[in-house]
């Protein structure tokens, strides 16, 4: 008997941690109500088991749960908090009431920009007792912001601490994008634990020590990079040249991209900025690297390249 109980509980850890992302959003996304912080890590708590689990639980329900608020994006409200203090433990306090006023009005509201998904994300941690930080940088969401480095952040996100590791997560980006001027929630598992050897080709901290598990690069590097979008980053094609996100034209005012590992039967297509026509282009095989060459219209900025109806990257035209 003893060795069956034994064997018995062995099996459910081993089920516990090999908890999905799926099995745990179907958890989640019962959660009904509008539910504190601390009712939601009351009940994540209760339901799981694993510091990975309710890592996976939060994430899941901010995502589900907290939808982008596009008019504080496009209109943004001053925010400048000041506060005197006399003590280092008084002035954590008042840092303290900021960050829950974000979170309560961003549960309340069940809307906030990536401060409130990041502030929320951080604050149910704490209460499950997961090491975590509000990271601060930079992120590049449109061809706007190519080859123009910015003076100040315009993102935050989270590293959380898990198994002795810093993993990094998005719950803004996890949880959709704005498309023609509207918000779409779209889950991505993608921002949750975002691989570390891609995580510089959207993200940069302010603080250099997040960058670190990553590499190293300049803030002129990173707005000088292409424009990665998803479905790029979670596929396996690599783009080998440009190793800018800038385009140069030839003498015969065409441009070309170099990648590696495309599908044969990919749908490849381009598109300018200001034509709502997407052109089918060929590619070429040529030892084991696919070659797309086009040619772009005289007064044409911008570039996005289309794989199988998604727009993958993104390109300035010189």
Same mark, same amino acid.
């Given at each position: 008997?003893?060795?069956?109980?034994?064997?018995?509980?062995?099996?459910?850890?081993?089920?516990?941690?090999?908890?999905?992302?799926?099995?745990?959003?179907?958890?989640t996304?019962?959660?009904?109500?509008?539910?504190?912080?601390?009712?939601?890590?009351?009940?994540?708590?209760?339901?799981?088991?694993?510091?990975?689990?309710k890592?996976?639980?939060?994430?899941?329900?901010?995502?589900?749960?907290?939808?982008?608020?596009?008019?504080?994006?496009?209109?943004?409200?001053?925010?400048?908090?000041?506060?005197?203090?006399?003590?280092?433990?008084?002035?954590?306090?008042?840092l303290?009431?900021?960050?829950?006023?974000?979170?309560k009005?961003?549960?309340?509201?069940?809307?906030?920009?990536?401060?409130?998904?990041?502030?929320?994300?951080?604050?149910i941690?704490?209460?499950?007792? /997961?090491?975590?930080?509000?990271?601060?940088?930079?992120?590049?969401?449109?061809?706007?912001? *190519? &080859?123009? @480095?910015? !003076? +100040?952040?315009?993102?935050?996100?989270n590293?959380?601490?898990?198994?002795?590791?810093?993993?990094?997560?998005?719950?803004?980006?996890?949880?959709?994008?704005?498309?023609?001027?509207?918000?779409?929630?779209?889950?991505?598992?993608?921002?949750?634990?975002?691989?570390?050897n891609?995580?510089?080709?959207?993200?940069?901290?302010?603080?250099?020590?997040?960058?670190?598990?990553?590499g190293?690069?300049?803030?002129?590097?990173?707005?000088?990079?292409?424009?990665?979008?998803?479905?790029?980053?979670?596929?396996?094609?690599?783009?080998?040249?440009?190793?800018t996100?800038?385009?140069?034209?030839n003498?015969?005012?065409?441009?070309? /991209?170099?990648?590696?590992?495309?599908?044969?039967?990919?749908?490849?297509?381009?598109?300018? *900025? &200001?034509? @709502?026509? !997407? +052109?089918?282009?060929?590619?070429?095989?040529?030892?084991?690297?696919?070659?797309?060459?086009?040619?772009p219209?005289?007064?044409?900025?911008?570039?996005f390249?289309?794989?199988?109806?998604?727009?993958?990257?993104?390109?300035?035209?010189?």
């Amino acid at each position: 008997m003893k060795l069956y109980s034994t064997f018995l509980f062995l099996l459910f850890s081993f089920c516990t941690l090999a908890q999905s992302m799926q099995e745990v959003k179907a958890v989640t996304d019962t959660y009904s109500g509008l539910l504190t912080a601390e009712k939601l890590a009351n009940r994540i708590n209760t339901d799981f088991k694993t510091n990975d689990a309710k890592i996976k639980a939060v994430y899941c329900w901010i995502t589900k749960n907290i939808r982008y608020d596009l008019e504080e994006f496009f209109n943004p409200t001053r925010k400048e908090f000041r506060f005197s203090y006399q003590t280092e433990e008084e002035k954590n306090q008042k840092l303290l009431a900021i960050k829950n006023n974000t979170v309560k009005k961003t549960l309340q509201s069940r809307k906030g920009v990536c401060e409130g998904y990041a502030q929320t994300f951080s604050k149910i941690c704490d209460l499950l007792s /997961i090491e975590n930080e509000v990271v601060a940088g930079y992120v590049k969401p449109t061809y706007a912001y *190519l &080859g123009k @480095p910015l !003076a +100040q952040a315009n993102h935050a996100w989270n590293a959380v601490k898990l198994n002795d590791e810093w993993i990094f997560i998005d719950t803004t980006w996890g949880a959709g994008f704005e498309v023609n001027g509207k918000w779409k929630r779209q889950f991505n598992q993608y921002y949750f634990n975002i691989p570390k050897n891609k995580l510089l080709k959207t993200h940069l901290a302010e603080k250099s020590i997040w960058n670190l598990q990553a590499g190293s690069i300049t803030k002129e590097l990173f707005f000088n990079q292409p424009i990665y979008k998803t479905p790029f980053l979670q596929s396996d094609v690599v783009l080998v040249k440009p190793n800018t996100g800038k385009l140069q034209k030839n003498n015969n005012g065409l441009v070309t /991209i170099l990648v590696n590992k495309l599908p044969p039967a990919s749908d490849v297509r381009v598109g300018f *900025l &200001g034509n @709502p026509y !997407a +052109q089918k282009v060929s590619v070429i095989n040529k030892q084991n690297q696919q070659i797309i060459t086009v040619k772009p219209p005289a007064d044409a900025q911008y570039l996005f390249l289309i794989i199988d109806n998604e727009v993958v990257l993104t390109f300035l035209i010189d």
